[in-house]
């Protein structure tokens, strides 16, 4: 259990250790608790691919810790930068075109090479600090399980309760914001909102 705002480091870096073992995690966000792991931790993302029953091509979303790190993974014009600079850290998820510099496990997982890739950088003091300490973005997912429609995850009793078994560490932090997020897909010539989210965005 860790505080809501001012988590404590000591707290955050056991957590940490088991994401940078392999580990698949449950953390608090701005929009729910997520699941998160490590960009090379493929057992810990085909754990998730059995759980949700997703194919090997399911989009999973890279949490970022600044702009600078979303800009290394993805290509950033200055309409999406300014776009970004505008809407975050915040419970919005951005579909960008894929850098070259995005990892090659990523960019190559599914039957075709990726084109696109779900940005997020999230307002959450624990998420935060766990992408600080990690030094680098997370891959992440939401709480769904294959018979439901909408996460429920908000509520951490109720996260614990139902996700606890499958994961290799929960972060705490009480109940958070609820999701999802909104979605804003940035491949086109414009930007455009593809799904609001609990916390509705205007462009």
């Known amino acids: 259990m860790v505080h809501p705002v001012n988590p404590q480091q000591r707290l955050v870096d056991k957590a940490v250790a088991v994401i940078r073992g392999g580990g698949l995690a449950l953390v608090p966000t701005d929009a729910g608790y997520s699941l998160a792991w490590g960009l090379e931790a493929r057992d810990a993302e085909e754990r998730v691919q059995r759980l ?118 929960m972060l705490d932090a009480e109940d958070c914001e609820p999701g999802p997020t909104s979605i804003v897909d940035c491949t086109g010539d414009e930007p455009e909102v593809i799904r609001q989210g609990f916390h509705p965005v205007a462009l």
């Open 52 to 169: 949700r029953e997703l194919d090997s091509r399911h989009p999973f979303t890279l949490l970022c810790r600044q702009l600078s790190e979303a800009g290394r993974l993805a290509r950033l014009d200055d309409p999406a930068f300014r776009l970004l600079r505008s809407l975050t850290p915040g419970p919005c998820t951005f579909i960008l075109p894929a850098s070259p510099d995005l990892p090659k496990r990523i960019k190559n997982a599914g039957r075709s090479k990726r084109r696109d890739i779900g940005i997020r950088l999230p307002d959450h003091g624990v998420i935060r600090m766990v992408l600080e300490s990690v030094g680098e973005p997370l891959l992440s997912t939401s709480l769904v399980l294959p018979d439901e429609e909408h996460p429920n995850s908000h509520e951490a009793e109720q996260v614990a309760e139902r996700w606890l078994r499958w994961v290799d560490v």
